[in-house]
C-alpha cells in the first residue's frame, strides 16, 4: 500500500499562484508514476499533470500546460504542482495519485492509490 497526503491547497485570485505538495509513505519503492487530477462536483476527475518517479518526464493536458508544473523529490518522496496563472475554471479538488508500471499518466482509473484531495479555489 501507498499512502497520500495533500497539501497546499486554499483561496487564491485569478492570475496567482499556489502550489501543492504531496507526501508519499509505504511501500513506495512500487511507485512508477505520480499525477495530479481534480475534480469538481458531478464531474469526472480530470487529468492535470504526471511525472514518472525515476525519469521525470512530464505529462500535461493542453489546458494547463505552460501554466502547471509537476516536479518530484525522490529522497523526500514528496510530488509538487505549482500552478501559475491561476484561472476561476482551476478551480476543483486536486488529488495525488501513485501509480505503477500499467498506469497509464492521464487515466485516473489507471492509479491503484489515491489521497484524500486538497481544495483549490480561484477567486475571478
Known amino acids: 500500500q501507498v499512502q497520500l497526503v495533500e497539501s497546499g491547497g486554499g483561496l487564491v485570485q485569478a492570475g496567482g499562484s499556489l502550489r501543492l505538495s504531496c507526501a508519499a509513505s509505504g511501500r513506495t519503492f512500487s511507485v512508477y508514476t505520480m499525477g495530479w487530477f481534480r475534480r469538481n462536483p458531478g464531474k469526472d476527475r480530470e487529468f492535470v499533470a504526471a511525472?514518472?518517479?525515476?525519469?521525470?518526464?512530464?505529462y500535461y493536458p493542453d489546458s494547463v500546460k505552460g501554466r502547471f508544473a509537476i516536479s518530484r523529490d525522490n529522497a523526500r518522496n514528496k510530488v509538487y504542482l505549482q500552478m501559475n496563472v491561476l484561472k476561476p475554471e482551476d478551480t476543483a479538488t486536486y488529488y495525488c495519485?501513485?501509480?505503477?508500471?500499467?498506469?497509464?499518466?492521464?487515466?485516473?482509473?489507471?492509479?491503484?492509490?489515491w489521497g484524500q484531495g486538497t481544495q483549490v479555489t480561484v477567486s475571478s
Open positions: 495519485a501513485a501509480g505503477d508500471s500499467a498506469t497509464i499518466p492521464s487515466d485516473a482509473s489507471t492509479y491503484p492509490y
Open positions: 511525472i514518472n518517479w525515476s525519469r521525470g518526464s512530464t
